[in-house]
């Protein structure tokens, strides 16, 4: 019998569930362990800061929230592999990977509460990052786009995507990555693997034993990965970053991780999974196994993580009031930014919409 093809995922891990380490081939900036410090208090500002965007929605002051949960790791991991010149096309979940390349937590805050300024990053290099795309898997295809971009302009730049789960069996998807295997772009997509689309579980999702290996059909490198230690995200990412930037091709990241939270906060998971399955989940989280290692290392402890969270509380509550101290806009945003030039139909409701609105104040 011939064989046409064959292939294998490889998987790969540096810190286990409890923080010891697996390997001893440590990446080189894994052995800088001031560096390893000031990953994990990112993490720790990225699970500070969604708690309390939950509490602001939760009280009123913000829309619906998609939590981040359970993803500092992946998030975080992604953000730091990146060099400033590479795109970030983001889905709507991402937060640690943007607040690494400069987005303030106050435009979250304002794209989740309404006002589509957030989307308009004011620090680099966010600043020429794509906005957050709440259709499933579009991004994908704006990554591949900005990836031929570079490729016709010979600029040694990357662009990055995420996807989740269930978005990873989209259309959208599928096209981005065959583009990328057909004409070899400098693109990498990564799946955030964690195990729930809204209320449909990973395994009836797709039957391949891995999401990884979707890649394969497009001829991308591709890896599992341990998506709760961001020793093993950080040199996925950086290996996938560096083959893109030299030409040889782009890559598909499966980052196995768990969403803790709700799917968002208009979701109660408590309706389609089990409690024993979450709390098993919380075993294997992302900040407790590299607080372990760091422990371990003898470069954290309690009093500096104690020091540390109360920076971060004094931080957002500066992000949170500048938030909730932006000036809305007028009524008439909503028609001023969606032509080159206003409609008639339009331009008559615009005239309306502005006569109600001095009515009412």
């Known amino acids: 019998m011939s064989i ?18 697996v390997r001893d081939d440590l990446p080189a900036f894994a052995k800088d362990l001031d560096h390893m410090v000031e990953l994990y208090k990112l993490m720790m500002s990225t699970r500070v800061f969604d708690a309390k965007s939950v509490a602001l929605q939760r ?6 929230y998609a939590s981040c949960l359970g993803h500092e790791a992946a998030h975080v991991g992604i953000g730091s592999a990146m060099k400033p010149e590479d795109v970030f096309a983001p889905s709507y979940r991402e937060y640690g990977a943007q607040l690494y390349r400069g987005v303030q937590p106050r435009e979250v805050y304002m794209y989740w509460g309404g006002d589509e300024r957030g989307n308009d990053y004011q620090k680099e290099p966010a600043r020429h990052d794509f906005a957050w795309s709440v259709p499933i898997a579009t991004q994908c295809l704006h990554a591949a786009g900005s990836a031929l971009a570079f490729k016709i302009r010979n600029e040694k730049r990357v662009a990055v995507c995420t996807i989740g789960d269930g978005g990873s069996s989209k259309g959208d998807f599928y096209g981005a990555i065959n583009i990328t295997g057909a004409q070899n772009l400098p693109m990498v997509a990564v799946i955030v693997n964690n195990q729930w689309a809204i209320s449909v579980p990973r395994k009836i999702q797709s039957g391949a034993p891995t999401l990884a ?11 599992q990965v341990d998506g ?16 893109a930037r030299n030409g040889q091709g782009g890559s598909v990241l499966e980052l196995v991780t768990y969403r803790l939270s709700d799917h968002t906060t208009a979701d109660d998971a408590r309706r389609y999974r089990g409690e024993q399955e979450v709390k098993d989940a919380w075993a294997k989280e992302p900040m407790k196994r590299l607080r372990a290692w760091l422990v371990a290392k003898n470069v954290w402890d309690d009093a500096k993580e104690e020091a540390w969270k109360a920076e971060c509380d004094e931080w957002m509550d500066n992000e949170v009031n500048a938030y909730l101290e932006t000036k809305t806009q007028p009524v008439t945003a909503m028609f001023d930014y969606t032509f080159a030039e206003v409609p008639a139909d339009l331009a008559k409701q615009r005239d309306l919409a502005l006569s109600l609105d001095k009515k009412a104040h």
């Open 4 to 21: 046409a093809a064959k292939f294998e995922i490889e998987y790969l891990q540096y810190l286990d569930a409890e923080g010891n380490q």
């Open 213 to 223: 290996q979707k890649g394969i059909a497009a001829g991308l490198f591709s890896i």
């Open 59 to 64: 009280t009123g002051k913000l829309g619906t």
């Open 228 to 243: 709760n230690d961001i020793i093993a995200v950080r040199k996925a990412m950086e290996d996938a970053l560096d083959r």
